[in-house]
């Protein structure tokens, strides 16, 4: 299983980015995963960012409190593609963001950074 993430980069505060991660060699489709979001910053501990329930199953999202309504996670299980368009960005959104897919064992993508700075 592989998960590739990409679509990081810089931004200014205020500004957005598009963060897509592209999974492959699942057994099963991707519907059938539970699919995340988690980040972390320089010195700090790996985060929850979103996710959401397998299509399958009840198709719950969350999103942690500094995200909330600023973050919106989706997917595409007939691309296995999972997204997540990132609005109103702070400097504190700063980290290396990971994809992750769950069946229940975890899958992780390597990462790609996001910088936010005026």
């Known amino acids: 299983v592989q998960l590739q993430a990409f679509g990081g980069g810089s931004a200014q505060p205020g500004g957005s980015l598009r963060l897509s991660c592209e999974v492959s060699g699942l057994s099963l489709g991707l519907r059938y995963y539970a699919i995340g979001w988690f980040r972390q910053a320089p010195g700090k501990e790996r985060e929850g960012v979103s996710c959401a329930s397998s299509s399958v199953g009840d198709g719950r999202i969350y999103y942690s409190d500094p995200v909330s309504g600023r973050f919106t996670i989706s997917r595409d299980d007939a691309k296995n593609m999972v997204s997540l368009q990132m609005n109103s960005l702070k400097p504190e959104d700063t980290a290396v963001y990971y994809c992750?897919?769950?069946?229940?064992?975890?899958?992780w993508g390597r990462g790609t950074l996001v910088t936010v700075s005026s």
């Open positions: 992750n897919a769950r069946n229940p064992r975890d899958y």
